[in-house]
Structures are given as structure tokens and as C-alpha cells.
């Protein structure tokens, strides 16, 4: 079955400092990777997406890099603020019509 | 911006009662999924839906949990009968193939 590995679990960097979080991922077949951000009481929100036939996709201080021989995928942060802080969440989408597989989550700090 | 609306927001209950969540997904999405989120847990995927049609819900404990669409406004979550272990948030999702949208939530605390 689809499972997904998330490192590291915790982070805490200095603003301005860049932020890597990785995910591995165990089903070949998975074709849709998105990444959610969910502060402290809040719901998971879409930050970004990359899809299987992608190896980058950049959004302003956000992006994302995807190597499917090695089935795994990264989010970077970029001059990192405190309003980053939150969980951030890989998922992987595969062939079980769409369903999605969340990472267990890597609290990121941003100190000021 | 179109939401996904969860209703109640919290929900605090005694041990054994029936509890129901709602959830009224995206117009014109046509994938609702349910979760559930805890410290330990994370998020586990309860069920999902497409086109009001159930496609997996084996993440669900089938003998006090169940999953519905009775139309393609609502998607409802009934625990019955509700436990302590149930504690957790409840979020709704919804979306076409990609690019899905969570609800708020429901808290459900079983006292």
C-alpha cells in the first residue's frame, strides 16, 4: 500500500535562513504530490503541487523538486519568515483513485 | 473563495452517544474525503467518496463508524457509539483529481 516518509520531523531555523523538508514515498504509481501547511488550530491549506511528469516547480519563496526514480520529493523555503511556522505536510497521490497519503508532518520554527 | 463547510465546529459528548458531523463540500467537486487528526496519529484517512460513490473506507472502524453522501451537497461522518479514543478533529475535504480544499474541522470530544 501507499505509505510516505517525512524528514525531518522537527526544524527550526533563523529567519531568513532556507528550510528542506524531504519525503520519500513506496508506490511507483504515485503521480500527484501536494504540499499543505497547517498553522496551530487551523485546517491543512494547499501551498504548493508538483506533478509526476514535473522534476521542479518553484512559487516565490516556495519550491519543489521530485526525483521518481528515487521516489522522493522536497519542499525548500527560501529567506524563511515567521509566519512559516507551522506544520508542513507531503502527500503522495497514486492510482487508488486519487486517494491521498499525508506524511506524519515536521513542525517548522522560524525564529526572529 | 468557495469553502468546504463543516458544521459543528465542536462537538463535546458523553461516552456511548451517537455523534453526527456534516460536511458540505466544494460545488462541483466531485471527491469528499473524510480524516481524522490526532497528536499520535496524525492524519488518518477515515473515507472517501467520488461521485457520492464510497471507493475506500477501510481506514474506518466499521462497527461504530459510517460514511455517507445522501447527495452531492452533504457528506456525513456518524459515530455510534461514540468512545474516549474517538477525540480528535474531524476534516472534511473535497476536490476534483487535484488540488483539494479542507473544511475547518469538527472537534469531537468524548467525555
Known amino acids: 500500500g501507499e505509505n510516505v516518509e517525512q524528514h525531518p520531523s522537527t526544524l527550526s531555523v533563523q529567519e531568513g535562513d532556507s528550510a528542506v523538508i524531504k519525503c520519500t514515498y513506496s508506490d511507483s504509481a504515485s503521480n500527484y504530490f501536494p504540499w499543505y501547511k497547517q498553522e496551530l488550530g487551523k485546517r491543512p491549506q494547499l501551498i504548493i503541487d508538483?506533478?509526476?511528469?514535473?522534476g521542479e516547480k518553484k512559487d516565490q519563496r516556495i519550491a519543489v523538486t521530485l526525483n521518481k526514480t528515487a521516489k522522493h520529493f522536497s519542499l525548500h523555503i527560501t529567506e524563511t519568515q515567521p509566519e512559516d511556522s507551522a506544520v508542513y505536510f507531503c502527500v503522495e497521490s497514486g492510482t487508488s483513485y486519487g486517494k491521498l497519503t499525508f506524511g506524519q508532518g515536521t513542525i517548522l520554527t522560524v525564529h526572529p | 473563495d468557495a469553502r468546504v463547510t463543516q458544521t459543528p465546529r465542536h462537538k463535546v459528548t458523553e461516552m456511548g452517544q451517537e455523534v453526527t458531523m456534516r460536511c458540505q463540500p466544494i460545488?462541483?467537486?466531485?471527491?469528499v474525503f473524510w480524516y481524522r487528526q490526532t497528536m499520535m496519529q496524525g492524519l488518518e484517512l477515515l473515507a472517501y467518496f467520488r461521485n457520492r460513490a464510497p471507493l475506500d473506507d477501510s481506514g474506518m472502524p466499521k462497527d461504530r463508524f459510517s460514511a455517507e453522501m445522501p447527495d452531492a451537497t452533504l457528506a456525513t461522518l456518524k459515530i455510534q457509539p461514540s468512545e474516549p479514543r474517538d477525540s480528535a478533529v474531524y476534516f472534511c475535504?473535497?476536490?476534483?483529481?487535484?488540488?483539494?480544499?479542507f473544511g475547518s474541522g469538527t472537534r469531537l470530544t468524548v467525555v
Open positions: 508538483i506533478r509526476s511528469n514535473v
Open positions: 460545488l462541483g467537486h466531485n471527491t
Open positions: 475535504a473535497s476536490g476534483s483529481n487535484y488540488g483539494y480544499t
